[in-house]
């Protein structure tokens, strides 16, 4: 719960209620599949609430009035139940892909918790959703929403088209059908690891070949010498994601590895790691 | 008097309508319209924010009681799924 100066989100209370009615459409149904084949729905539900509104930034907050509090306001809510096929139409698809960090991971304090807020109220809750608003709709309507500056917005919008390396790993099992005695293909994995052509990844500042790109996996082919160092991967010019990794120790004979197959290290990526 | 969640109060209500089992004529309610005062406040228990929603303990109001929300409420007869 979030309360902060006696106050309470007024969507906080209508989640509350909302959790009520279903909680009383459970037990109804549960006290009629007991015995009869019929139970009541809630169709329609409005309450009068007498209480104080108050205003803190973006939030509406509200607290239930006390006795004697002769001027306080009325907010009259009402609900009523609708269809999926209605929350469907109503509703923008910006659909979060899985694992996808949260736009606070990714922006930092590039936008205040005021901002996100906004931000979320528009549907807005991870870099790629906000990304695809600023593709269906404009930067201008993000702004109008999210009372961003133009100039905070970009900057936010370029941070978060920023390359991420969240880890390296060989690519041991099946090594890509190379011989043994060659070093492992890598797997980068994180997020924006590639835009429209396939980026450019190097090693300690050698260009290494990319086997298979997406956005959020890459597979290369180092050479022995390149199993660390500093990683590089460019997606497009000055969106440059660097970070350190040692692989070091899969650098070895191939018929040591043959004998005793190594298990799979990972190398975690320094989560540090921006251009 | 302890406070009920605003689910029980519901609930109770509800269940308060329907016809006795033996009544002498087969009557059945298939719709409830209800329009009440209610004492509403909230209670916090660990992260959650639980409603609680009761009818009034008295018939007048005192100047120690919370100002009364009013609950309008329409309950449809459905069948189980």
Known sequence: ?275 | MTRRALWETLVELIEAARPDEGAALPLRVTSLYLDVPLEVALHAAGDELELLGNLPRWRWTTAFDNRQARLQIDFRERGLT
């Open chain 1, 1 to 275: 719960m979030n309360r902060r100066g006696g106050g309470l989100p007024i969507e906080q209370f209508i989640q509350a209620l909302t959790s009520q009615l279903d909680r009383a459409q459970s037990a109804m149904a549960l006290k009629a599949s007991a015995g009869l084949p019929l139970t009541f729905a809630v169709k329609d539900i409005s309450i009068d609430l007498r209480a104080h509104v108050e205003v803190e930034g973006s939030a509406v907050r509200i607290v239930p009035a006390g006795p004697g509090d002769g001027d306080a306001s009325t907010l009259h809510i009402a609900l009523t139940t609708i269809t999926r096929p209605m929350i469907e139409e109503n509703t923008l698809q910006l659909s979060a892909e899985p694992d996808e960090p949260s736009l606070k991971d990714v922006l930092g304090d590039e936008v205040s918790e005021e901002e996100q807020r906004r931000l979320e109220w528009a549907g807005v809750h991870t870099v790629s959703q906000l990304r695809e608003l600023q593709r269906r709709s404009s930067e201008d309507a993000i702004v109008r929403v999210a009372q961003l500056p133009v100039e905070r917005l970009r900057a936010a919008l370029t941070r978060a088209s920023q390359p991420f390396v969240s880890h390296v790993a060989p690519d041991l099992p099946r090594n890509g059908g190379r011989p043994l005695d060659e070093p492992p293909l890598l797997r980068i994995r994180g997020h924006n690891l590639m835009q429209e052509q396939t980026p450019q990844v190097r090693i300690q500042g050698e260009q290494i070949p990319v086997l298979k790109a997406t956005a959020k996996e890459l597979v290369i082919a180092p050479l022995a010498h390149q199993l660390g160092g500093t990683l590089e991967v460019e997606i497009a010019p000055g969106l440059v994601s660097a970070t350190e990794f040692d692989l070091t120790p899969l650098n070895r004979p191939a018929k040591r590895e043959a004998a005793a197959p190594p298990s799979e290290p990972a190398a975690p990526a320094d989560e540090g790691g921006e251009p």
